[in-house]
């Protein structure tokens, strides 16, 4: 899972906005988070919590109001700006809308760090630029221009960019920002990969936590006051996504991973069958405000039956029974004849 030193760590890091205004002074403070080698870093927190500016600062876009970044080892401070464009990409969360420019000579811009002052491409660059556009699957696309690509296509020309860049840290602000749902899995697919197989450190901001806990090595999880990180199941076993949203109708559900409405419960059914059907007949009902009950004895009881070919309902409710052929309409007839199965005992 990469090496063990990481070539990046925060220490006590306080991050935020020098200067007069309302908008100057600390964002968010006592940072102390570490990244290795061929690890995807999911970042997840709340809007406006900090992830940007934390993001910002760790490739010297902003400077620490206090603390250290670590760049292999060594203080960030210590390395020159052209250095630093050697070893950090950045992918920021705006999109790029240029009039002819071709994908290449996007791609090419990574390059500036290698090049001399003139920007002259060598034979070397050019290499570069083509496996960058190989990696991210787009070599097709080099002779297009920009403002002709999907957005997912754009996202990944910009990825191209900094694998041009060819730095061993790259970092995201949320690179699915814009895109739809089969896009947003791709493009966190791909960094899982590039990651792995290329041997990058690769960091990046997400809303998506879904995707972060399929694909991220770990996470960096910002809380007001508190930021923790660890594999994603850590910190699902250690309820750290739970206090996200404390005090709040939210709540996330360490068994099945992910932020659920809380909800008032009424009644008990005993749910019996396969455990596919079990677990989304389970989860409509619980969307109508029945609670489920488990090894307990229940007057209602819903059997699913799978035979013959077809999947069928059985419902049972004080002694009468019930057919139903899907989810829906056996959540219809509890709803709308204003069904309350009977609490344990009553």
Excluded at 213 to 227: D, F, R, S, Y
Excluded at 269 to 291: H, K
Aim: glycine share 10%; net charge neutral.
């Amino acid at each position: 899972m990469g090496d063990k030193l990481p070539v990046l760590h925060t220490e006590n890091l306080s991050v935020g906005y020098r200067g007069a205004g309302d908008s100057s002074g600390p964002v968010f403070g006592g940072i102390t988070v570490d990244a290795r080698r061929s690890e995807l870093v999911a970042l997840f927190g709340p809007n406006g919590i900090g992830k940007s500016t934390l993001l910002r600062s760790i490739v010297r876009l902003l400077s620490p109001l206090s603390g250290k970044i670590y760049l292999s080892g060594s203080d960030i401070r210590s390395y020159p700006a052209n250095q630093i464009a050697r070893m950090v990409g950045f992918v920021s969360t705006e999109q790029v809308r240029v009039n002819n420019l071709k994908v290449r000579d996007l791609v090419s811009l990574g390059r500036y760090p290698h090049t001399g002052w003139l920007g002259r491409l060598g034979y070397q660059d050019n290499i570069k630029v083509d496996e960058a556009l190989e990696m991210v699957g787009i070599s097709q696309l080099a002779g297009k221009n920009i403002d002709q690509l999907s957005d997912g296509e754009r996202q990944r020309a910009m990825i191209a960019r900094t694998l041009a860049q060819d730095t061993g840290i790259i970092v995201l602000d949320e690179p699915t920002a814009f895109l739809d749902l089969p896009n947003k899995y791709g493009i966190v697919h791909l960094l899982h990969r590039l990651a792995v197989e290329k041997g990058r450190t690769i960091i990046f901001s997400t809303h998506d936590l879904s995707i972060a806990i399929q694909e991220a090595t770990k996470i960096w999880l910002m809380l007001p006051g508190q930021i923790y990180q660890g594999a994603p199941e850590d910190l699902i076993l250690n309820d750290q996504f739970g206090r996200m949203f404390e005090n709040t109708n939210l709540s996330f559900s360490t068994g099945k991973g992910e932020f659920r409405i809380k909800r008032e419960l009424k009644g008990s059914i005993g749910l019996l069958g396969p455990a596919t059907e079990r677990r989304w007949t389970r989860n409509a009902l619980e969307r109508n405000g029945f609670r489920v009950a488990e090894n307990e004895e229940c007057s209602t009881t819903i059997s699913i039956d799978k035979s013959d070919g077809t999947t069928t309902w059985k419902l049972t409710m004080q002694g009468a029974g019930s057919g139903f052929t899907s989810i829906y309409d056996l959540c219809s007839h509890l709803t709308s004849a204003g069904a309350e199965p009977p609490v344990r005992g009553r």
